[in-house]
């Protein structure tokens, strides 16, 4: 007897695991076990069996996390802390099952390092640092927090350190651009340090874990290893490059005991030290150890464990004193997909093309089966918006926009190069094309404070629009399906909490707004195959609603959300099919949603996939001319749903 086909489910193209680590901390050796936490672009990782595999902190979220510090009574008050960027601090006190947002007085600065006092048990002091405001302490364990940087020349802070000084107080350093800084507590004042000369930035600095030895290590960008022992004057290592940059330090827990510590510099990679410094050993074992951001060690019954932070490539592990490494990401995802693009002949050829938040572009040739990097040519790293020329399968042109760059690919995504000619003032923020029987290749670039630049012969010459959208953000470029015949355009720009979108019907030479609503600083455009004189609806993501038209035309407009729960709405597809089957789908903080009736009632598609965070969304026919969705995901994955309209809800 024949089973019928089970439903569409969505299957991961791509596994997420490793990603970028942007901090490392390990918290004081406990009755049962040493806790460590691991930073990340899309959150905070708990490590389990000392660094072993790894477990999301999923009360946090998924905030780019770039500090976090651990308690150093973290046995008996369960208290972390993590700084983020452009979100402030949060704390917890159990442990990291619940957090709360820390009050900078209205202000939610970029946190990039965090300490404890040593005596926080009883000051109750914290101290986090920032890009741009300098230092903020609390001395109520996090309930108010006040600006403290009388005394630094420069507000931007890159490293925080403390330690238990032989009288039992807390010794306080601060590493901002321009100097190495020591908190004087009778003053209430930072001081500069003696023997450290100002205008060397600061990356890291690190004190001895062990009361009463004071042994202090400061890395530079550029200038070498600096270091304090026994009380005595600072001053520059000699047996590291003296132009060195460090970018991490970590001591042994048993410091004061083996006199072990390790840095990553950027020229050498890894190095270890028996001598406190005295001599060094590069650790060639250490793979990609160029690339470290962040380092720790911990402390287990087999001993000294070593973790290293690795740009784009998760965590290393050595348990042998640094002699071997391992990659351990087992839990540990974080490699976020900003942007994904289908071949017009996807069902075909099966090019598909992922943009990244840290390392460029991946690129599928066999509908997701197989993975390449294809960053050749790419000057940033973090790929935000990426453009099939419609006629791709003969010219095989591909655009992207890369950092603050405008790229394109003429072999099918595996190189890029910088398009020239694009003007001066156009920072670019949003990307589409189109093919114009009349004009050739067309293609549009929104970028900030209202700039819109066109082309029409592929990005062989450019034209800047005379519209100025007032000034605000063109997040959102898109053309009509049938732009060869209507000549239509539509551009959503955001700015001081409203969302605008605009219409061209004449190839991008006039405009005219159609809809202004309160947003949330993003804006996606859906435009069904549909579209034209006697049906121009369109769909706009903002916020946590789709806006729609309320009926067949746009003049008035229905607002709806996917669910009631807290969830933010990021991008929005419109189906291959909408004629017959009026299909919108959603990708959310929470899944990816579909709605059968143009956008009224909304069902989320988590059969298979769950409610991870979905940061893109796209969408092509397969050979049956069935919709596939592909999405994709903060932690990195890549998702498929053959079939999309008929998958379960």
């Known amino acids: 007897m024949r089973h019928p086909e089970s439903p569409p489910a969505w299957t991961p193209l791509t596994t997420g ?17 040493q806790v460590v936490v691991a930073g990340t672009l899309s959150g905070l990782f708990v490590g389990r069996e000392y660094g072993q595999a790894w477990e999301k902190l999923s009360a946090l979220g998924n905030r780019y996390v770039q500090a976090a510090a651990i308690s150093p009574a973290f046995e008996s008050d369960a208290t972390l802390i993590v700084g983020t960027a452009g979100s402030g601090a949060f704390l917890s006190v159990d442990g990291g099952a619940s957090w709360r947002e820390q009050e900078f007085w209205g202000r939610r600065p970029d946190v990039t390092a965090l300490v404890f006092s040593p005596t926080f048990a009883n000051d109750g002091m914290i101290l986090a640092g920032t890009s741009q405001d300098g230092v903020y302490v609390t001395t109520n364990r996090g309930r108010t927090w006040n600006a403290a940087n009388l005394g630094l020349a420069d507000l931007s802070v890159n490293a925080l350190a403390a330690h238990l000084g032989p009288a039992g107080n807390g010794l306080l350093f601060a590493g901002t651009s321009t100097g190495l800084y020591q908190w004087a507590a009778e003053a209430r004042q930072w001081f500069a340090v003696a023997g450290y000369p100002a205008g060397n930035p600061v990356q890291a600095i690190v004190v001895a874990p062990t009361p009463g030895d004071s042994a202090l290590f400061v890395g530079t960008e550029g200038a070498g290893l600096w270091r304090s022992i026994d009380g005595d004057a600072l ?27 390790m840095i990553a ?21 250490a793979a990609d150890a160029n690339s470290v951001l962040a380092l720790t060690s911990c402390a287990s019954p087999d001993g000294q464990v070593w973790l290293a932070g690795l740009h784009e490539r998760g965590v290393l592990r050595s348990a042998n004193g640094g002699g071997s490494w391992e990659p351990s990401n087992v839990g ?3 490699r976020p997909v900003l942007a994904l693009a289908l071949s017009p002949r996807f069902a075909s050829d099966g090019t598909l093309l992922v943009g990244t938040a840290a390392e460029g572009v991946l690129r599928s040739t066999d509908g997701g089966a197989t993975w390449s990097r294809a960053s050749d040519g ?54 589409a094309s189109a093919c114009d029987a009349q004009a050739g290749h067309a293609v549009a670039v ?36 049938n732009y060869a015949l209507d000549a239509t355009l539509l551009a959503a720009t955001t700015g001081d909490g409203m969302i605008a979108v605009y219409r061209s019907t004449d190839r991008g030479s006039a405009w005219s707004q159609i809809l202004e609503h309160a947003g ?7 435009i069904p195959p549909t579209y034209g004189p006697g ?57 990816v949603f579909r709605s059968s009736d143009r956008g009224r009632i909304w069902r989320r598609l988590s059969a298979g996939m769950g409610a991870p965070p979905v940061t893109a969304l796209t969408l092509a026919s397969d050979e049956a001319a069935k919709d596939v969705l592909v999405a994709g995901t903060l932690d990195g994955t890549v998702w498929r749903l053959r079939d999309a309209a008929a998958a379960q809800d």
Do not use: C, K
């Open 235 to 261: 001053h520059r290592l000699e047996t590291i490059d003296a132009d060195s940059s460090v970018n991490a330090i970590a001591v042994s827990a048993d410091f004061s005991a083996d006199a072990t510590l």
């Open 332 to 334: 540990l995802s974080s």
């Open 265 to 285: 510099t950027t020229q050498r990679g890894l190095m270890r030290s028996h001598d406190r410094g005295d001599s060094w050993q590069p650790l060639a074992g």
């Open 446 to 481: 929104g970028g900030a404070a209202g700039a819109l630049a066109l082309s029409r012969d592929g990005g062989e010459s450019w034209t800047r629009s005379a519209e100025h959208f007032g000034g605000a953000n063109v997040v959102t470029v898109a053309f009509s399906p």
């Open 520 to 526: 949330d600083g993003w804006a996606s455009l859906a």
């Open 378 to 431: 790419l000057e940033a790293p973090s790929v935000t918006s990426l453009t099939f020329s419609r006629t791709f399968p003969a010219d095989r042109r591909v655009w992207a926009i890369a950092g603050a760059s405008l790229v394109e690919s003429l072999d099918g995504g595996q190189t890029w190069a910088p398009v020239a000619g694009l003007p001066g003032d156009v920072v670019p923020l949003s990307l």
């Open 535 to 591: 049906d121009d609806f369109i769909a706009v993501a903002t916020g946590r609603e789709v806006i729609t038209p309320a009926g067949r035309r746009v003049p008035s407009w229905r607002a709806t959300r996917p669910t009631e729960a807290r969830l933010s709405v990021l991008a929005v597809v419109a189906s291959a099919h909408f004629a017959t089957n009026n299909t919108l789908y959603a990708a959310t903080s929470r899944g």
């Open 17 to 33: 695991e490793g990603g970028t680590v942007t901090a490392l901390a390990a918290g004081p050796p406990g009755a049962d076990r």
